[in-house]
């Protein structure tokens, strides 16, 4: 039985790499394994680097801690030894490796030491699926599909300690992207060392590269703008040498273009006497002159670092006219990477109204027509390609959960990644941003499709099902997963619940009160310091954006998807319950399977209570407004009872309602916040409203003591 947990906690079970005791000391062998034996000898290449060496010692840990066998390393070049490392050019790569294991051992050879590295954490992927140091005999010869896959800390913004680097190496990815103010500040405004943290990912095979917030406001046809360029990123990369490149992205360095169709950045400039001006700020349009700003900052960086890759994000503008993108990316200089979206942009019809992906969601599993028509484009011209693919366990699906339980709809998502990968020529892959990454089953069935060769993913994922949860009860996970994966797909992305209640959680408050008298916006407090403090929407707030119907007509297509969504979730939820004797991987499943619960009624009874707000707003009856009243107090209580029963859940697992960026917003305080604001709401707010429908009526002496509420 898990116990509480206070905040942050889960980080000590982000720690240990190797999970303690993996062996089933019950198996034996077969005639065609090969087992690892006690004292086992692994022989290293004389001139092994860093990468190799850390990878090396890792694996003796993980045979000492997961499988009960001692090993150690010598880089004696003649005698025995039961593997024999080395790096060898013939193996394919990127990233490659090969393993031939024989009646006297294992020979494993990289195609450099990144893919020597891989080679050594395949062995343990393989040793924790068979639950014992045995080895099947064979060649195996894999390579990456991607030459980076980038991903951000499950620690925090900007938190690379070396546990995360190890996760990352073991999990297949090998890249990290800073968010800079400059050299020396993070996007938060954290003190960064960059070069020591770029000696440290080094040791993983982990390349560091930055996304610059500086302002980049000098135009191509500004006087002295070159030499504005060659400054800021000459004294970058002589501050930061070892940075592998820069990231562009319009949002983030608010391009001043002067294409007539936008207006300025950033977008808080495009009002004229509190009137807007009806154009787009920049960062949100495929502007005419991004080629030639871009060609500018290549020219600059290559200057400062010749080596340095430069990429270019298409991030923000799919809706836009595929004509004026794809002129854009036929206008990119030559030897810039692209890396548009895979799922964004996305509109769908859904019983009778339009809908549209406003941001990543695991419910399709694309690619997007936004993606396809930019990656034909790109792959024309010889582009690098990388996808915005969000595949690393996370979507904006759920705001504040470690991963997405949902195998089946993943795996969907990896095939199609893997096909365009071939099609397109994809080489890199950004895996998650800030939500991070979560080691996890999903994590390795990504690994999994994401090196060639590798077993067929519904095959696996039985097997890893056994290995992480248990061999007694596949079955019943098996089907909990199956559930779980169907659930998902009645998630419709919207800008209400992404920027709302699914970002939250069960928190998430419900608010009678006007929200622009609070303080804050009555935003649930914090303590702590967050890099997005307010990514959220405080009250349910409608988007009209014109490619989905309107939010009254699709609302109630809404709110039956997620009440579909939710009856599935609770079925898994009740066959995990079933299981008896859980070990604490499926407890903390359960727990996972319980707060999406607790997430998805909150935004049922968001959207029924904005719903009835609107009616009591509209409704010119006493007798139809006390109905209404009525009814928003029966979903403000049913909301109290949710959020009231989430917090036992949440109190089990402290990684249930925090995320990277936000830090905590749906863990058990904010739940009791929760209780509170709702408690004032019904023992304040709606007496008043009760007292103003009374006015002038018999009924007006039940509530003539409700205070006044009084606005400035």
């Known amino acids: 039985m898990l116990t509480k947990e206070i905040r942050y906690d889960f980080f000590k079970r982000l720690l240990p790499i190797h999970r303690p005791d993996r062996r089933n000391k019950a198996l034996t062998p077969s005639a065609d394994e090969w087992a690892f034996p006690e004292g086992a000898i692994i022989r290293l290449p004389e001139n092994a680097d860093k990468v190799i060496r850390t990878a090396a010692l890792d694996f003796i840990d993980y045979l000492l801690t997961s499988m009960n066998v001692s090993a150690r390393l010598t880089f004696e070049q003649t005698g025995f030894a039961h593997v024999s490392v080395s790096v060898d050019s013939e193996v394919p790569g990127p990233i490659g490796y090969r393993i031939v294991t024989s009646d006297e051992g294992i020979s494993l050879a990289g195609s450099d030491p990144a893919g020597t590295a891989q080679g050594f954490y395949s062995l343990e992927d393989r040793m924790n699926l068979r639950c014992a140091p045995f080895l099947e005999k064979g060649t195996v010869t894999r390579r990456s599909r991607f030459r980076w896959r980038s991903a951000h800390s499950p620690f925090g913004m900007g938190e690379y300690t070396d546990e995360c680097f190890s996760w990352m190496a073991h999990l297949g990815y090998n890249s990290i992207g800073l968010w800079l103010k400059d050299c020396g500040t993070s996007l938060r405004g954290d003190t960064v060392n960059v070069n020591l943290l770029c000696e440290r990912a080094e040791k993983y095979g982990i390349r560091v590269s930055a996304l610059l917030y500086n302002p980049h406001n000098h135009h191509?046809?500004?006087?002295?703008?070159?030499?504005?360029?060659?400054?800021?990123?000459?004294?970058?990369?002589?501050?930061?040498?070892?940075?592998?490149?820069?990231?562009?992205?319009?949002?983030?360095?608010?391009?001043?273009?002067?294409?007539?169709?936008?207006?300025?950045?950033?977008?808080?400039?495009?009002?004229?006497?509190?009137?807007?001006?009806?154009?787009?700020?920049?960062?949100?349009?495929?502007?005419?002159?991004?080629?030639?700003?871009?060609?500018m900052i290549k020219r600059a960086i290559k200057?400062?670092?010749?080596?340095?890759?430069?990429?270019?994000?298409?991030?923000?503008?799919?809706?836009?006219?595929?004509?004026?993108?794809?002129?854009?990316?036929?206008?990119?200089p030559e030897g810039i990477g692209i890396g548009p979206t895979w799922d964004m942009f996305e509109q769908f019809e859904c019983d009778g109204v339009t809908e549209d992906i406003v941001d990543y969601t695991l419910s399709f599993a694309g690619p997007g027509s936004y993606f396809v028509s930019e990656a034909e484009a790109a792959?024309?011209?010889?582009?690098?390609?990388?996808?915005?693919?969000?595949?690393?366990?996370?979507?904006?699906d759920f705001g504040v959960i470690p991963y997405e339980?949902?195998?089946?709809?993943?795996?969907?998502?990896?095939?199609?990644?893997?096909?365009?990968?071939?099609?397109?020529?994809?080489?890199?892959?950004?895996?998650?941003?800030?939500?991070?990454?979560?080691?996890?089953?999903i994590s390795l069935l990504e690994k999994e499709a994401f090196f060639t060769d590798g077993m067929p993913l519904r095959e696996l994922l039985p097997k890893l099902i056994a290995a992480e949860f248990g061999a007694d009860h596949v079955d019943t996970i098996d089907k909990t997963f199956q559930l779980w994966s169907e659930a998902i797909r009645y998630m419709i992305s919207t800008n209400e619940d992404q920027y709302g209640s699914f970002r939250t959680g069960p928190s998430y408050p419900l608010w009678l009160t006007d929200v622009n008298t609070l303080p804050n916006f009555g935003r649930i407090p914090m303590n702590n310091n967050p890099m997005h403090p307010g990514i959220y929407y405080t009250y349910y707030k409608e988007n009209v954006s014109g490619r989905n119907s309107l939010p009254n007509v699709r609302r109630p297509v809404e709110i039956a998807h997620i009440e579909k969504m939710t009856e599935l979730l609770k079925e898994g939820v009740a066959l995990l319950e079933s299981i008896p004797n859980p070990n604490e991987e499926l407890e903390r499943l359960l727990l996972l399977g319980k707060y999406m619960v607790h997430s998805s009624v909150t935004a049922i009874h968001a959207k029924r209570f904005f719903a009835l707000k609107a009616q009591l707003s509209a409704c010119e009856t006493r007798e139809g407004s006390a109905a209404l009243i009525d009814e928003i107090e029966q979903v403000m209580r049913a909301e109290r009872a949710n959020a009231e029963a989430a917090i036992e859940v949440a109190e089990q697992d402290s990684r249930l309602g925090w995320e990277p960026s936000m830090e905590y917003v749906g863990d058990a305080t904010c739940l009791r916040w929760k209780l509170r604001q709702l408690d004032y709401e019904l023992e304040h707010t709606l007496p008043v409203y009760r007292k103003a429908n009374a006015l002038g009526t018999p009924d007006y002496e039940k509530y003539a003591d409700a205070q006044t509420i009084i606005f400035h």
């Open 220 to 295: 191509p046809d500004d006087p002295g703008s070159q030499e504005f360029y060659d400054d800021l990123y000459g004294k970058f990369f002589a501050d930061c040498p070892k940075l592998s490149g820069v990231a562009l992205v319009g949002e983030a360095q608010q391009f001043q273009s002067r294409d007539p169709r936008v207006g300025k950045t950033p977008n808080t400039e495009n009002y004229h006497e509190n009137i807007p001006t009806g154009k787009y700020s920049p960062g949100w349009w495929p502007c005419e002159d991004y080629p030639r700003w871009v060609e």
């Open 303 to 332: 200057k400062a670092k010749p080596d340095a890759g430069v990429s270019f994000s298409t991030y923000n503008w799919g809706f836009a006219p595929e004509k004026d993108r794809i002129a854009l990316i036929n206008a990119l």
């Open 379 to 396: 792959h024309k011209r010889g582009l690098n390609i990388s996808i915005n693919a969000q595949s690393g366990g996370r979507t904006w």
């Open 405 to 441: 339980p949902m195998p089946y709809a993943w795996i969907d998502r990896y095939e199609a990644i893997v096909e365009a990968t071939k099609k397109w020529n994809i080489t890199g892959i950004t895996e998650c941003i800030h939500y991070g990454f979560w080691p996890s089953i």
